[in-house]
């Protein structure tokens, strides 16, 4: 489905219809389809809902409407569209940026917080600027296809690369 917002189309799955309810989102690049193994398990127990955050998936969104507000409204956007009034928030990688400030901003609605692999502060590298940065910047296209690569390593896993 897919969740109209003033500058987005979120795309969003849902599974399962326990009681209980667990979001999840991706991270910097990540679809929610990395959440489908953990969903194959949980969603026989669990209302699992995830999407596609702008950047990502199936989500139409232009570059310039990526900001970190827009990716914590978009989540209460998917919370509000699926009538959910509190949930477990999981989040992935760059992800964890979003979740830290969606909880912060509205506590209530969350009953527990999973991060996997979360990186919300890193020290700036001495000298100078960022070299991940300076290499999307000089090559943005190569540095990517890099940066896919060290994240999937499995063989005919094209779908996901795309």
Known sequence: MFISRPDAQLYAVSFGAAPQTILALGGWIGSWE??????????PFWHTIAYDHRGSGATLASPESI???SLVEDLF??????AVDHCVLAAESAGAVTALQAVLQQPERFRGLVIVDGLYHRERPRGGGDPFVAALQADFHATLDQFVDACVVEANSEALRR
């Not at 956007?77 to 699926?82: I, P």
């Open 34 to 43: 990395l959440w489908t193994e953990p969903f194959s398990l949980l969603s």
């Open 77 to 82: 956007a998917v919370l509000d569209s699926f």
């Open 67 to 69: 900001t970190c507000t």
